[in-house]
């Protein structure tokens, strides 16, 4: 599976932007998806993953309460919707999919900066 994430661009703290993650190659219905992020100098990290049925969720800790992770299977798309961005979310955002241990198809990332 190949995924392209998009939708990243500057903003002030406090605001919001929404990732978008177009996957192409082969349906996502059975993939559990993922979020990751690398800010620059720092290891990647994840951030956010939601299982194949769309039912269970999981985030980093950084995170809860102010990101939602959202799919659809039908358009094969996986959103990232980001609010009450701070400063320390600074970083390049990758969608992947599959084990998250051993995830595939990372694709460019997409930059978001939040400045303060």
């Known amino acids: 599976v190949q995924l392209q994430a998009s939708g990243g661009g500057l903003v002030q703290a406090g605001g919001s932007l929404r990732l978008s993650c177009a996957a192409s190659?082969?349906?996502?219905?059975?993939?559990?998806m993922h979020w990751f992020r690398q800010a620059s100098g720092k290891e990647r990290e994840f951030v956010a993953t939601?299982?194949?049925?769309?039912?269970?969720?999981d985030y980093t800790d950084s995170v809860k309460g102010r990101f939602t992770i959202s799919r659809d299977n039908a358009k094969n798309m996986v959103y990232l919707q980001m609010n009450s961005l701070k400063p320390e979310d600074t970083a390049l955002y990758y969608c992947?999919?599959?084990?998250?241990?051993?995830?595939?198809?990372w694709g460019q990332g997409t930059q978001v900066t939040v400045s303060s």
């Open positions: 992947a999919a599959g084990n998250r241990a051993t995830p595939v198809g």
């Open positions: 939601i299982m194949w049925s769309g039912g269970s969720t």
């Open positions: 190659g082969r349906t996502i219905r059975l993939y559990n």
